[in-house]
C-alpha cells in the first residue's frame, strides 16, 4: 500500500469513528425529504455559486437525465432556483434557494458537532495537532 493509499485509508477510517454521532444529520436530512446526493448535489452547487445541469452531470460523473431528474426534484421542493442563461437562452443557470442556504448551514452545523463529539475521546494535545494538521490541509486545497 503507498503512502496516498495509506493517507487515504486512515483518514476514511477517522471519518468512519467520528461521523454521525447522535444522529442530528441523518434526522434533519429525513425531515427535509433529502437523501446524500441530493444534499451533496445542492452543496457543489452553492460552492460553484451556481451553473447549469450539464456542468453538474459532468462533475459528478452523472448522466444528464439522472442529473435533470434531480434538478426537477430539487426545484420542486424549494431548494433551487433557475433561470436563462444570459449569454445562450437555450440553458438554464442553477443556483440554491435561500430556503436551501439556512439547511445546508444547518446540516454543516450539526455535522461539524457530531464531529466534535467524535473526537472528544482524544486528548486535548492531539486535538490541537489535528486542528492544525486539518487546517494545513484544507489551506491547500482550497
Not at 486512515?10 to 427535509?32: F, P
Not at 451533496?40 to 455559486?49: C, D, E, I, V
Not at 452523472?62 to 434538478?71: E, G, K, Y
Not at 458537532?113 to 473526537?119: A, L, P, V
Amino acid at each position: 500500500m503507498s503512502a496516498k493509499e495509506d493517507v487515504g485509508a486512515l483518514l476514511l477510517a477517522l471519518v468512519d469513528r467520528v461521523s454521525h454521532r447522535g444522529g442530528e444529520t441523518l434526522s434533519l436530512m429525513s425531515e427535509a425529504g433529502l437523501t446524500l446526493p441530493q444534499v451533496l448535489f445542492l452543496t457543489r452547487l452553492r460552492q460553484a455559486g451556481g451553473s447549469t445541469a450539464s456542468e453538474l452531470a459532468e462533475r459528478f460523473n452523472m448522466s444528464l437525465p439522472a442529473t435533470s431528474q434531480m434538478v426537477d426534484r430539487l426545484f420542486k421542493q424549494g431548494l433551487l432556483t433557475r433561470a436563462e442563461d444570459e449569454g445562450d437562452r437555450r440553458r438554464k443557470r442553477l443556483a440554491v434557494t435561500p430556503s436551501a442556504e439556512r439547511l445546508l448551514d444547518r446540516l454543516v452545523r450539526a455535522r461539524a458537532t457530531e464531529y466534535m463529539k467524535g473526537i472528544a475521546r482524544l486528548s486535548p494535545a492531539l486535538q490541537r495537532e489535528l486542528a492544525a494538521v486539518l487546517a494545513k490541509a484544507v489551506s491547500e486545497l482550497s
